[in-house]
């Protein structure tokens, strides 16, 4: 049986409890600003978003509620698919609580570093949940370094080369949108790899925890899982 403390299930589909909840938080604040905005006299999304000014001037929530607030429907979609997919795995090696913990502090810093440089180059902000999952990529392909990933068929890459290529996208997507509105996700991108590479050395090393294994026949969608499952199949 899996276990209820721990383990969110809906369907086939399980997770770790606090990722559900930060599914359900960024899907609920996303959509409930989303309408407010639209039909409602508050408009929640203006004090929830990352402008440097506001935190300056004391509404220093801003700094970590910024991931919270999606505008668009699918990016809110991808964006917490991703979430989960990547969240499984990070929990089992991290715990629950140094994952929100990691989660936390990867939104703070990269509030903070775009709220200092909004101090030369007026008009940065942020919003949106994709700097964040951008950051959690870089850290799960540097967690797994060497596991191999058939992505959707198309592409056979290791974990450091996914980190690589989300790094690469936000270049590329820099070049055509322009730099300003990726600097959330380039500092997201380097606080990942500087926790991951030069402060590991300092971090003892982690067993992953132990999951039940589902009942029946209910699919797990994780690079954990496949991963597994993919080896047992080319053994048979």
């Not at 499984?88 to 990691?102: A, E, N, Y």
């Not at 820099?174 to 300092?202: C, D």
Request: proline share 6%; with cysteine; net charge positive.
């Amino acid at each position: 049986m899996p276990r209820a403390s721990s383990e969110f299930v809906i369907g086939s589909i399980r997770m770790p409890r606090v990722v559900a909840l930060l599914i359900g938080m960024v899907a609920v604040i996303s959509i409930v600003s989303a309408v407010l905005g639209r039909n409602g006299p508050v408009a929640l999304g203006a004090w929830l978003y990352l402008w440097p000014p506001a935190v300056l001037q004391g509404q220093v929530w801003r700094l970590v509620t910024w991931p919270f607030l999606e505008n668009d429907p699918i990016g809110l979609l991808f964006g917490c698919y991703m979430l989960f997919w990547v969240g499984r795995d990070l929990v089992d090696v991290w715990g629950s609580q140094r994952f929100l913990f990691r989660v936390l502090i990867l939104a703070l810093l990269a509030g903070g570093i775009t709220t200092a440089l909004a101090l030369v180059w007026p008009g940065l902000g942020a919003q949106g949940l994709w700097p964040i999952v951008s950051g959690l990529i870089v850290m799960w392909g540097l967690s797994f370094r060497n596991r191999a990933i058939n992505w959707f068929g198309l592409l056979s890459l290791t974990g450091v080369r996914l980190a690589q290529i989300a790094v690469g996208i936000t270049v590329l997507y820099a070049l055509f949108v322009g730099l300003k509105t990726f600097v959330p996700h380039f500092a997201a991108q380097g606080i990942a790899y500087l926790w991951m590479v030069p402060l590991s050395r300092w971090q003892g090393p982690r067993k992953p925890k132990k999951r039940s294994q589902p009942e029946g026949n209910g699919q797990v969608f994780s690079f954990a899982d496949w991963h597994e499952e993919h080896n047992r199949t080319k053994k048979n």
